[in-house]
C-alpha cells in the first residue's frame, strides 16, 4: 500500500510492523514526532505495544535495556542532544547484547543550538557498539527500520542498531513510501525470541556484573567479533529483503562508477541530490560517480575498497566535523585504504552542518576540488559554503 | 508462600563485615520470595555481590548504570505488562544513586506510577566510591569531601535530604522508613509494600563501618540507637496523605542524641563544641514536636 508520510512516521510504522512490544521515548525535535505517532495508534488500538513517556532521553535507554533484557521487542527514538544525554548507555545496551532499535532523527549537536540536520549526533556515538544505518529516504527509513531489527536479533550478532534519517529533509517531509503488509513483515521477522539470556524467574540469571581486567577484554572481543559477523548478516538480510519486497539495499551503494575517475560518496538525503547532480555531469561527458554510504558501523571496508579502488579522487561529502582532524568518513576511509598499493587520493569535503542546504552549488565547489586534486595538492579537508573571511576576521587572523 | 527459611541472597559476597545492605536485602527477598527481579544501581551492593562469573543473587538481577534503577525498573514494569507478567520489581540504589544522580529518573518512575518497590539502603555518603558526602549524609558528619578543619570544624554544613518526603509529595501509594534494628516494623513495612501495586518506597537506614567509623559488630546497636535517639524516625506516608502520615515507633523515653554520635568516628569532631551537640538535639527535639503527634501505634 502506497501511503504518504513523513519520515518519523517511517519510523513509528516500521515499529508497528516489527510488533514492537515495548517503546521507552521521551520527545526532541525532530524525533517527536515518532512517539506522538506511536501513542495514536496505540490509543487508537492499531498497535499492540507498551509507550513509557520517560523523564529524560537517558531514561528512555535505560528503560529500553531494562525491557529488551526481560525479553520484549524494544524501539525507541531521539536525535542530537537527547542522543547525546544517552551516551553512557549506548555502551551498557551494547555491552549488554541487547538487540534494541532506535531511530535517530540526524540533527546538529549544540552551540549554538540548532535543530537543523547533520549527522553529528550519530557520528559521535560510532564508538558505542551500535550497528548505524543511514537512510537516504521515507522508504529507506521503513525499510532499514525494519530490517534493523532482523538484523539486531540474529544471534549471530546481538547488537542494538541506529537508523538515522535526516532532521526535517526526512523527519517532517511527507513522500510516497510503500507499506508492506503486516503478513509479509510477520513472515519476514518471524516472532521475536530473544536469543540472549532474559529476566526470568524460572532461570534466575546475573545480568550486568562487574566484570574484572581478567574477564573484561573477552565481552570486548565478543562485541568485536559480533560486528564483524553483522556485515555477512546485513548482506543476507538485504537480500533477502529484496526478495520478498522488490527493494534492493546495499551497504555500500554505487551508482556510475565503472570507469569514474572521481568517486562522489554521501549519506543520507543529500544522496538524491548528488545523484541528479552526478547523473548530469554524466550527460556532460565528466566521469563522476557517486557512492551511497548507507551502513557506517560496522564500516564496509571491503566493499568500499573493492568500489573506488580504481577511482583517482574520492570525494567525501560530510555531513560532522572532529575538530583536530576531519569528518568521521574521511578519517575511517582513508585507513581504509592505509594498506592498499594502489589507492584514490581521498579529499573530505565538510558541507551541510546544522542544516545548511548541501546545493549544486555546494556540489559544484567539491567537484571543482576534486577535479584540481586529480592534478595537484589540495587541502585534505575542505569547508564548502563557509563565510571563511567572516570567522578568520572573528579570530583574529585577518 | 512464605519464604523465610529460603536464601534468594547467597553468602560469599564481599561486603564488608558489620554492612548492614546485605542484612536488607536480604530480608527484603526472603519476604518477596523467587518470583523478583531485582535491579541495582551503581554501588556498593551491586560491585561486592556480582563479581563476574560469580553472583549472590538467586533471583533475576539486572545493574544497568548509576542514576537509572528506577528508568531500568520502568522499562522491566513496561515488557511485564506487555507479557501478561505478574512479578516483584525490587530496585535497591544507595543513597548516591537515589537521592543525588538517580533522584530525576526515580521521579519518573514513581510519576508514572510503576508498580515497583524501590528501596533506598541510605548509608549516608557515597561508600563505594570512598566515603564522599551526598544529599543523604547529615549535618555535622565528615566525609572526605565534607572535610573537618580549623575553618571547618562541622564538616557537612547542610541537612539531610528529605528523601521520603519528597517521594511522598509525588502522591507514591506507599512511602516509609524503616530500620532493620526494628525488624518487626522493618518486615511489616516489606510486605505491606509489596502487597500495593503501583510504585513503593522504603528508605532504609543502613550504617556503614568504614564510613561511619564504627566497630563493625556494633551494626545493629547503632541503628537502633538513631531511631532511639528519634533522628531517624520510623514512620509511613499513603498516597501523599501527610496529614495521615503514621509514625509506628516511638521511643518511650529517647536517648540522648550523644549516644548515637559517640560510636561513630564520623561525628568525632563535633564533641569539641557542645553547641554542636545541643544544636542536632535541637533539631530532633524539634521534629519531634512537630510530628510526633502523628505516632499512631
Keep these: 500500500m502506497k501511503v504518504m508520510i513523513r519520515g518519523n512516521e517511517s519510523i513509528a510504522y516500521a515499529f508497528k510492523l516489527a510488533r514492537v512490544q515495548v517503546v521507552p521515548a521521551y520527545p526532541i525535535t525532530p524525533s517527536t514526532l515518532v512517539p506522538e505517532k506511536i501513542s495514536e495508534l496505540i490509543a487508537n488500538g492499531e498497535m499492540k505495544a507498551e509507550f513509557v513517556p520517560v523523564e529524560s532521553e537517558h531514561s528512555a535507554m535505560s528503560a529500553a535495556i531494562g525491557a529488551s533484557a526481560k525479553g520484549v521487542r524494544v524501539g525507541t ?160 538480510v538485504f537480500e ?57 558501523r560496522p564500516f564496509p571496508k571491503e566493499e568500499l575498497r573493492e568500489i573506488l579502488k580504481n577511482a583517482k579522487v574520492v570525494a567525501v561529502v560530510e555531513r560532522n566535523i572532529s575538530f583536530g582532524f576531519g569528518g568521521a568518513v574521511y578519517a575511517e576511509l582513508s585507513s581504509t585504504f592505509s594498506r592498499m598499493k594502489e589507492k584514490p587520493k581521498i579529499v573530505d569535503f565538510i558541507v551541510g552542518l546544522g542544516g545548511r542546504d548541501i546545493t549544486f552549488n555546494t556540489l559544484n565547489s567539491v567537484v571543482e576540488i576534486a577535479e584540481k586534486a586529480m592534478h595537484e595538492e589540495v587541502d585534505e579537508v575542505n569547508w564548502i559554503d563557509v563565510n571563511k573571511e567572516a570567522v578568520l576576521k572573528a579570530e583574529g587572523l585577518l | 508462600m512464605n519464604y523465610e527459611k529460603e536464601e534468594f541472597f547467597a553468602p560469599g559476597h564481599g561486603l564488608c563485615a558489620g554492612c548492614a545492605a546485605p542484612i536488607i536485602v536480604r530480608w ?28 549472590s543473587w538467586r533471583v533475576p538481577w539486572i545493574h544497568v548504570a548509576f542514576e537509572n534503577a528506577a528508568a531500568v525498573a520502568s522499562g522491566i514494569d513496561a515488557a511485564l505488562k506487555a507479557k501478561g507478567e ?44 570512598g566515603i564522599q558526602r551526598s544529599g543523604a549524609t547529615p549535618w555535622g558528619a565528615w566525609t572526605t569531601t565534607s572535610k573537618v578543619g580549623s575553618a571547618n570544624p562541622i564538616g557537612k554544613l547542610r541537612p539531610k535530604k528529605p528523601i521520603a518526603k519528597i517521594i511522598a509529595a509525588h502522591d507514591a501509594p506507599y512511602v516509609a522508613t524503616a530500620n532493620p534494628a526494628f525488624f518487626n516494623d522493618f518486615k511489616k513495612k516489606v510486605k505491606k509494600a509489596l502487597s500495593i501495586e503501583g510504585p513503593k518506597f522504603l528508605h532504609v537506614l543502613s550504617s556503614c563501618t568504614t564510613g561511619w567509623r564504627h566497630d563493625p559488630s556494633k551494626t545493629i546497636e547503632i541503628l537502633r540507637l538513631a531511631t532511639e535517639t528519634g533522628l531517624f524516625p520510623l514512620y509511613e506516608i499513603e498516597n501523599g496523605d501527610f496529614e495521615n502520615m503514621r509514625i509506628t515507633y516511638k521511643p518511650k523515653k529517647f536517648k540522648p542524641v550523644e549516644e548515637y554520635l559517640k560510636p561513630q568516628g564520623r561525628f568525632r569532631h563535633l564533641f569539641k563544641n557542645p553547641e554542636y551537640i545541643k544544636k542536632l538535639q535541637k533539631d530532633v527535639d524539634e521534629w519531634w514536636a512537630k510530628y510526633g503527634k502523628y505516632y499512631r501505634p
Design chain 1, 77 to 236: 527514538a531521539t536525535a542530537s542532544q537527547g542522543l547525546a544525554l544517552m551516551h553512557e548507555v549506548l555502551f551498557i545496551a551494547s555491552g549488554m547484547r541487547l538487540p534494541i532499535v532506535m531511530g535517530i532523527g540526524n540533527r546538529a549537536l549544540s552551540a549554538p543550538i540548532n535543530i537543523w540536520c547533520d549527522h553529528q549526533d550519530m557520528m559521535s556515538q560510532r564508538d558505542t557498539g551500535w550497528m548505524q544505518f543511514y537512510a537516504e529516504s521515507n522508504q529507506e527509513g521503513l525499510d532499514l527500520g525494519i530490517m534493523a531489527f532482523k538484523i539486531a536479533e540474529d544471534e549471530r550478532v546481538l547488537l542494538p542498531a541506529m537508523v538515522g534519517i535526516d532532521a526535517f529533509v526526512l523527519t517532517h517531509t511527507v513522500e510516497p513510501v510503500e507499506l508492506p503488509e503486516q503478513k509479509d513483515v510477520d513472515d519476514f521477522l518471524g516472532e521475536f525470541v530473544p536469543h540472549y539470556v532474559t529476566l526470568d524467574p524460572q532461570n534466575p540469571a546475573t545480568l550486568g556484573s562487574f566484570g574484572f581486567p581478567e574477564h573484561f577484554m573477552e565481552f570486548k572481543y565478543g562485541q568485536w567479533i559480533a560486528m564483524e559477523r553483522a556485515k555477512k548478516v546485513i548482506d543476507e
Design chain 2, 86 to 129: 505478574k512479578v516483584n520489581i525490587i530496585a535497591f540504589g544507595g543513597d548516591g544513586g537515589t537521592v543525588d544522580i538517580g533522584m530525576q529518573a526515580l521521579s519518573g518512575m514513581v510519576e508514572r506510577g510503576h508498580n515497583v518497590l524501590y528501596v533506598l539502603y541510605d548509608n549516608e555518603a557515597y561508600m563505594n566510591t
Design chain 1, 240 to 296: 533477502e529483503f529484496e526478495e520478498r519486497f522488490g527493494r534492493k539495499y546495499m551497504k555500500v551503494y554505487p551508482e556510475f562508477v565503472e570507469d569514474a575517475e572521481i568517486i562522489l560518496v554521501t549519506m543520507g538525503s543529500m544522496t538524491s541530490t548528488t545523484r541528479e547532480f552526478v547523473r548530469r555531469l554524466r550527460e556532460q561527458g565528466k566521469k563522476v560517480g557517486l557512492v551511497k554510504l548507507t551502513v557506517f
Design chain 2, 28 to 55: 527484603i527477598l526472603k519476604l518477596a520470595g523467587p518470583n523478583t527481579i531485582v535491579t541495582n544501581a551503581t554501588g556498593c551492593l551491586e560491585v561486592a555481590t556480582t563479581a563476574y562469573p560469580r553472583t
